[in-house]
């Protein structure tokens, strides 16, 4: 595609609830980053794959947070038994290299109610 | 761990002003990046401007330029010109130079929200 696509780009969730959040890369990217928006913060870091492989998970908050790229292209976040502290946009972004310029999706705006 | 500073909450500029918005990082690396990046209501970040800490020149890219200073550790971005589409949230970042995975992940400070006076 022409761009990074994130769906949904709303979700509501029930506490409790688990979701499951996707992110399409550019075609070819090997890089792809997944950041976490707490509202009126800056993005921050969760976790970071080259191809397939998952290589930094440090950021993700709790072992209910599960990011996965099976095939090297599409990525899904996978948050179990959501809270109220997960509500924020979640970003995923990808480069074609680990040091080039990485692009940005559109994000998916996480609320937990 | 590197941290990313931005004080300023908010600013407000005219329209064709000049406008400079500030971050201070802090690092104990020689070797690094920076970058500002723009995030209007759309949510999709996008990058303003780059600069490579081993460069002693400042970058520029049209209407933006930075102030890097590198041993005060601060690196301010300069709209010039400002315009009603540059109203967004601007997200000073760091990233290492090292050459491994868990490195190259954006450091991002808290952001500051920019309102363009018609």
């Known amino acids: 595609g022409a761009g990074v696509s994130q769906s949904p780009r709303y979700k509501v969730a029930k506490r409790g609830q688990d979701v499951a959040l996707r992110c399409d890369p550019i075609s070819g990217h090997v890089s792809l980053f997944w950041y976490q928006q707490a509202l009126g913060q800056g993005p921050e870091f969760l976790t970071y794959?080259?191809?397939?492989?998952?290589?930094?998970k440090s950021g993700l908050p709790s072992d209910r947070f599960f990011a996965e790229r099976p095939e090297g292209s599409v990525s899904t976040l996978k948050i179990q038994r959501t809270q109220q502290e997960d509500s924020a946009v979640y970003l995923c972004?990808?480069?074609?290299?680990?040091?080039?310029?990485?692009?940005f999706g559109q994000g998916t705006r996480l609320t937990v109610v | 761990a590197q941290t990313v500073t931005q004080s300023q909450p908010e600013m407000s500029v005219q329209e064709a002003e000049t406008v400079t918005l500030s971050c201070t990082y802090d690092t104990s690396e020689s070797d690094y990046y920076l970058f500002w990046y723009k995030q209007p209501p759309s949510r999709q970040m996008i990058l303003v401007i780059r600069q490579e800490a081993y460069k002693q020149q400042n970058a520029t890219e049209n209407r933006f330029s930075v102030n890097f200073q590198k041993a005060a550790k601060s690196f301010s971005l300069k709209i010039s010109d400002s315009q009603l589409g540059d109203a967004a949230m601007y997200f000073c970042a760091y990233r290492s130079y090292l050459n491994t995975g868990a490195n190259s992940k954006l450091t991002f400070g808290k952001g500051i929200t920019l309102s363009v006076r018609p």
């Open positions: 794959f080259q191809n397939e492989a998952q290589l930094d």
């Open positions: 972004a990808s480069s074609l290299q680990l040091y080039t310029e990485a692009f």
